[in-house]
């Protein structure tokens, strides 16, 4: 059975729709840089192991002990190195909240995603699972899902949307395609 690590840093909404697909028995670890996240409660709650990272540096060693096939990122905030990169390549995956090339790239994480959606005023969005390249959401692109931009969208509402319709769905496809293979 395929082992997946996933990396997280904030409320872990995604890492949830992972258990909720019935994954939580592939997944070997939740790791987490930071150590007040509510994703690492969703990981205890669903009794999967977790680790608290000060340094990037402790991820490397993390991973081989786990024997980790995939490793997802849901929601953590840091550039993965070079070394994790070239060992793990084709083997890291991302959820990014739009349509990439569109809203993507340094600066665009959380809100202000959402914020230029609206801004650039596109009448779809939507969300991107891709693999982890050394350009920050520049890796070849897995997959992608469409959502209605609506008249009187705040950020945060197409932010909810763009969640429960696209990453909450496509997230769990895509990481369960990619441990059948
Ligand atoms: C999501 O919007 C994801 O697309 C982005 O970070 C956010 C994480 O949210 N990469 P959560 O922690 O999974 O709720």
């Not at 709650?45 to 849901?74: C, F, M, P, R, W």
């Not at 801004?119 to 920050?136: D, I, N, P, Q, W």
């Not at 932010?159 to 990453?167: F, G, N, S, T």
Request: with cysteine.
């Amino acid at each position: 059975m395929k082992k997946i690590a996933v990396l997280v840093g904030g409320g872990g909404t995604n890492l949830q729709a992972l258990i909720d697909a019935d994954l939580s028995k592939n997944i070997a670890i939740v790791i987490s840089n930071k150590p007040d996240a509510y994703a690492l409660e969703r990981a205890k709650e669903a009794k999967i192991k977790t680790a608290v990272i000060t340094d990037q540096s402790e991820l490397l060693a993390i991973l081989e002990q786990n024997k980790v096939d995939l490793i997802v990122l849901a929601g953590y905030m840091r550039i993965l190195s070079g070394e994790i990169l070239r060992k793990y390549e084709k083997r890291i995956i991302n959820i990014h909240p739009s349509l990439i090339p569109s809203f993507c790239g340094a600066g665009f994480y959380g809100l202000k995603v959402h914020q230029a959606a609206l801004k650039a005023g596109v009448k779809v969005t939507g969300a991107t699972v891709h693999y982890v390249s050394e350009v920050v959401d520049g890796g070849e692109i897995i997959a992608q899902k469409v959502v209605e931009v609506k008249e009187g969208d705040t950020p945060e509402t197409l932010q909810k949307r763009v969640m429960e319709e696209a990453e909450w769905v496509l997230l769990p496809g895509v990481v369960k395609s990619l441990i059948k293979e």
